[in-house]
Structures are given as structure tokens and as C-alpha cells.
């Protein structure tokens, strides 16, 4: 089998190639190509860790395997991230174990991925303004891959702690955007697009908020109890999702489903709009991608790592005999 570090999986995945491979899974997975199994998500009592497994198999790609890992707040203190996690890859042929690909890179690359898939698809025309909320380890991912695929000329930013903004504001100017930070009713109003990237476990956003035919990317939500908006700006939404029985289970819906204002029936699958299948924006609305994660995401990634590598001679070679 093989081994990619965390070193190789940086030299290895550009932002492009998550791209890609995400967006393909999307639409495997609409076309009952692809499933995800069952996730485990546990907290495990200790660290005030979440720790689980994603795993899934995708016929078309023949990706087949799983995502360890998950959630420690506390490692800061390590100087460590505080998402951890490994993939395995799988033969499908053989279940023999093919690969073991370091996680943590490859995460925030492909969450950046399915945020700026969203923003690609539903984003209303002529957006130029972008807002984030949360400056954490994902956001910087999550702001870079949103330039790739947007104008946008603004970057509006809030976090709870306004301090940790800087490398927000370093690669907004460096894609050649203006960046502010501003309270949320201001990037609320003012922003086209946006993105929220935060471990809240209480509304941030509220209905009131958001005035225009904006997008909204909420991406911190994957977790039962976690919360970025207010149910009802989630209920005014057209709602889509990777998978819409886990995003009205354990994302963002799950509150506004909970509280009886929406349906899961209600959130549409975000690869049905890529095939064409699915109705995207209509004109002037409010859009919402429920983005909770799913493993078949990592392992596509993983897996488009791993033929780069082959090709390129890089990573280690571990006997399994
Ligand atoms: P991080 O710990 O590096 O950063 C956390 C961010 O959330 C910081 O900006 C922090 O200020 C903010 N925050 C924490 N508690 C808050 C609160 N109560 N109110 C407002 N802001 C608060 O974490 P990260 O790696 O950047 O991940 C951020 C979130 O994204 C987490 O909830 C994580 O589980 C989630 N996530 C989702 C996916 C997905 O596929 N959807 C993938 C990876 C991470």
C-alpha cells in the first residue's frame, strides 16, 4: 500500500483538482452512483473530542473507503489543527488496504471544494461582494477556493474574535479584493455571497439579517446541536444539500426541520442542479447549500491524490505482507 503525508497531499491537491474531483462525487451520488455509509460520530468523553468515521463507495470512480478522525477543540494548545483525521483507501476488487492518505489538508480542501461547487452553481449573477464568518482553520481554505470561482472584488468578514482576522485579510488582498471587518447585520446586507465556516452552537445570522438574492455557503453545521442561522432565514431558503436526509438530520436544516418550518422533502440535492436535473436559482431568492460533509468527498480527493502520485513518483511505498 501506499502512504501520502500531509507534505505530499499539499504538493500533490491544488485547489483545481478538489474541485474536480468534488464536484464529480456530487453528481455520482445523484445518479446513485456513489453512496455514503452510515456515519459514527461520537463524543468520546474526553478532550471534549467528536470522533467518528465517514466512509462510502463510489461505483463509477471504484473509490471505496474511510475517513477516521474528527474534532478536538483543545489543540491549539498542541499547536496542532484542530480537525484530525486519516483516509483509508480500499481495493474494491480485494478490500486489500491501498493507500493511508493524511486527512487534515485534504479535509479543509475538499469542504472548500463543495462550499465553492455551491457558490459556482447558485451564487446570484453579478456577485462581487463575499462575507465569511469565522476566521478558524477551514476559513482561509474556504475564502481562497471561493475567488477561484467567483468576481468577487470585496471580502466582508466577521469573527468572535476580531483579532484572528488577519490571514483573512492577507489573502483577500493578495486575490486583489478589498476586506473589511464588520459587525454581522452589516455583512448580512451588504454581501452576495456567503460563507459560514464557524463551531457555533447558537444563531449567528438571523432572518433579519440577510436582505438580498444572496447565496449562502453554511458550512460550520455538521454536528447534531451545532448552529449558524436562525431557523427562520434557513425556512426562507431554497435549500440544498450533498445528502438531504443528513442535512436535516445533523446540518444546518436540522433546526429549522426540527422546529417544523421546512421539510427535508424541502432540500434539493446539490448534484441534481449540477446534472441539470434539479432547478437552480430562480431570479432573485434566497439560496442556502446545507454542506455537512460527506466521506465520499475525502476519499475522492484522497483517491485523485493518490493517481497524481503514482504518476509523479511521490509518496511511500509500506508492505502490508
Ligand atoms: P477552528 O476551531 O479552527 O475555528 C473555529 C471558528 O469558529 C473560529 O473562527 C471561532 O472563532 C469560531 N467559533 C467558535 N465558537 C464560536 C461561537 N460560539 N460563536 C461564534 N463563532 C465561534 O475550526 P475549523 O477547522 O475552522 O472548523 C470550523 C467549523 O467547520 C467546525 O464546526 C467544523 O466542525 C466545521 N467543519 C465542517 C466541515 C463540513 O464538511 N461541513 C468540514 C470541516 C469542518
Not at 480542501?109 to 455551491?118: G, K, M, N, P
Amino acid at each position: 500500500m501506499e502512504w501520502l503525508s500531509e507534505t505530499d497531499i499539499a504538493a500533490l491537491v491544488d485547489r483545481d483538482l478538489a474541485l474536480e474531483a468534488v464536484e464529480a462525487v456530487f453528481m455520482a451520488m445523484d445518479a446513485g452512483e456513489a453512496e455514503n455509509f452510515p456515519v459514527v460520530r461520537e463524543a468520546i468523553g474526553y478532550q471534549e473530542a467528536l470522533y467518528g468515521f465517514k466512509s462510502g463507495f463510489d461505483r463509477n470512480a471504484m473509490t471505496l473507503g474511510v475517513k477516521a478522525g474528527g474534532y478536538w477543540p483543545h489543540n491549539g494548545e498542541h499547536g496542532l489543527a484542530n480537525h484530525q483525521s486519516t483516509v483509508l483507501l480500499f481495493e474494491p476488487e480485494t478490500g486489500q488496504c491501498s493507500a493511508l492518505v493524511a486527512g487534515n489538508h485534504l479535509t479543509a480542501l475538499r469542504t472548500a471544494a463543495a462550499a465553492a461547487t455551491s457558490i459556482r452553481h447558485l451564487a446570484p449573477t453579478g456577485a462581487r461582494v463575499l462575507g465569511i464568518l469565522g476566521a478558524g482553520h477551514q476559513a482561509r481554505w474556504q475564502l481562497e477556493a471561493a475567488l477561484d470561482v467567483g468576481a468577487f472584488t470585496e471580502v466582508l468578514a466577521w469573527n468572535r474574535r476580531p483579532e484572528r482576522m488577519q490571514a483573512l485579510e492577507a489573502i483577500a488582498e493578495r486575490r486583489g479584493c478589498g476586506f473589511r471587518a464588520v459587525s454581522l447585520p452589516e455583512l448580512g446586507e451588504a454581501s452576495d455571497v456567503i460563507i459560514t465556516i464557524t463551531s457555533s452552537f447558537a444563531p449567528l445570522l438571523t432572518e433579519a439579517h440577510v436582505v438580498g438574492p444572496t447565496h449562502i455557503a453554511a458550512m460550520g453545521t455538521d454536528t447534531v446541536g451545532k448552529q449558524e442561522l436562525d431557523p427562520a432565514l434557513v425556512a426562507r431558503a431554497r435549500c440544498f444539500a450533498e445528502l438531504p436526509s443528513q442535512s436535516a438530520h445533523l446540518g444546518e436544516c436540522q433546526h429549522a426541520v426540527g422546529k417544523g418550518l421546512m421539510a427535508t422533502s424541502d432540500i434539493a440535492s446539490l448534484g441534481g442542479v449540477i446534472a441539470e436535473r434539479v432547478p437552480g436559482r430562480e431570479g432573485s431568492e434566497l439560496t442556502l447549500f446545507d454542506g455537512s460533509g460527506v466521506g465520499l468527498q475525502d476519499l475522492a480527493v484522497a483517491r485523485a491524490a493518490l493517481e497524481r502520485a503514482r504518476v509523479r513518483g511521490r509518496g511511500q511505498r509500506l508492505d502490508l505482507a
